[in-house]
């Protein structure tokens, strides 16, 4: 969206489809192509690994009818592959880093005839070869560039489904809700996640900037509640403390919520004064990232926490109305079924401590290609993802299956079943008659009595969900996914 909106501040006439939001995405983008390929500059897609099937096959339709057409692509897998992207031949142009000040300047150099030699961030093939421009430039979040969602989407299909990030279960007061992006890149370099690959630092935007933003949609479309999108919120200690000063003494009032680390919750920062304060402005959120219990896997993914960290942070706001959310990776490379209990031990403590915080949600760790945590997997087990596959290769490849093969977890019947009762132990009871809302209640009642007596052996009513779920499968299609994905999507 930021792309989107620079590009559009430029003069350019831009369209945005959402594939994540509407099942036709691809149909639309055909018809619009065909309406308008005289005046199309470029089209641009962000690609991101899961992506790739869907990707190949809307480019082959685009560049079959419109060979002329130019195809730009950006996202985390081109940030990882650059060159693999650049070789794929229906690809003209590959954005390897930030892409919004980038686009402007493609966007002139196509429309003008011009070269693309000096623009940065950028792969390319000429003469046959391929030409891999310096990444050189950063985006930025200003005053002048805030992203007005209205302009590329039709608000009222997002208001209502923006609220998850917010905790819509755990707030009635929550009405309409929308994201705002308040900061870009994270100066944190957890080996697991994406912006290890970037390497870029956070940038914030501006505490007017954000209140602005939030009087504009309340006053023009009744939005009440915001997610502010940033990898570190509270990085920035002269901004919360103005945000919270102008959000107190703004005349419209609303609903916040945001991502925080834990470590910043302490005495000297965030204590609970500053907590009260942050809540008298709005905020009804804080999540948190804890990934692990365990000390020694917290160090390996550079995590930057330890689960006394945590505490602190859940005992400081244990008396706030805030709601604090939690989220957890199982099955991280080398974990141990006793590292595995430390993370259940650990998020019953947090939850114990604080009454009004839940766990949002249970990850099974998945092998993010070019990630350090992934390269080292690969390193061990032999495997390299880029030496058995192209770009178009990737599109027949099994993620999950390519995630076992560079980190196999052994799954014992011990820690299976400490995995799915964990999972359950997070979801609430349901006191509906059918056979779904018995087996997450009995599961629930039965992972209590493991976890009390720490006994996982001979799980046999995981076995006998599993054949449950078989036949519940056949009968109801995935809909017996829905409740238990709600802990780790």
Known sequence: MLVAQTLKNAGYVVEVFDGNFDPDYKDKILKNTKENS?????????????????????????????????????GPFPAVFPEMTSEYNLIDIVCWGDGAQVSVQLAD???????????????????????????????????????????????EKYVHKFDVYLGRDKNPQIKRAMPILTGLGCSYKCTFCEHALMGNKHHA????????????????????????????????????????????????????????????????????????????SGCIRFSMGVESGSPRMLKKIKKGLTPELVMRAANFGKDSKI????????????????????????????????????????????????????????????????????????????????????????????????????????????????????????????GGVRYFFNFYTLPLEVSLRKLYLKRWSTEDGHENQRQLKYATS
């Open 38 to 74: 005289a005046d199309i500059v470029f089209i641009g897609f962000y690609l991101a690994f899961l992506q790739i099937k869907d990707f190949v096959d809307l480019l082959k339709t685009i560049k079959l009818q419109w060979p002329k057409i130019t195809t730009l692509v950006g």
């Open 109 to 155: 150099s196509i429309r003008d005839g011009k070269e693309w030699s000096e623009i940065p961030n950028i792969c390319f093939k000429k003469n046959g070869q391929i030409q891999k421009n310096s990444k050189s430039i950063s985006d930025s979040l200003h005053k002048d560039n805030h992203i007005h969602l209205e302009d590329f989407l039709d608000l």
């Open 205 to 280: 935007l501006e505490a007017e900037d954000i209140v602005e933003q939030m009087n504009y949609y309340y006053e023009k479309y009744n939005i009440d509640s915001f997610a502010f999108f940033d990898e570190e919120f509270l990085s920035d200690k002269e901004r919360i403390f103005e945000l919270t000063d102008l959000l107190k003494k703004n005349k419209n009032k609303f609903n916040w919520g945001t991502q925080v680390r834990a470590s910043d919750v302490h005495e000297k920062y965030i204590n609970r004064d500053r907590l009260q304060r942050i809540e008298d």
């Open 323 to 446: 709601v604090f959310s939690y989220s957890f990776i199982v099955n991280l490379p080398t974990e141990t079924n006793e590292e595995l209990q430390m993370t259940i031990n650990l998020a019953k403590k947090l939850l114990a401590i604080k009454r009004n915080s839940f766990v949002s949600a249970i990850h099974h760790y998945f092998a993010y290609p070019g990630t350090p945590l992934a390269i080292e997997a690969e390193e061990k087990s032999g495997y390299k993802l880029e030496d058995n596959f192209n770009l178009e290769g990737f599109a027949n490849i099994d993620m999950p299956e390519y995630s076992q093969k560079v980190n196999p977890t052994i799954m014992d019947r011990n820690r299976e079943s400490r995995i799915v009762h964990f999972e359950y132990s997070v979801l609430p009871y349901e006191f509906k008659l059918n056979g779904k809302n018995m087996i997450r209640n009995s599961f629930k009642i039965i």
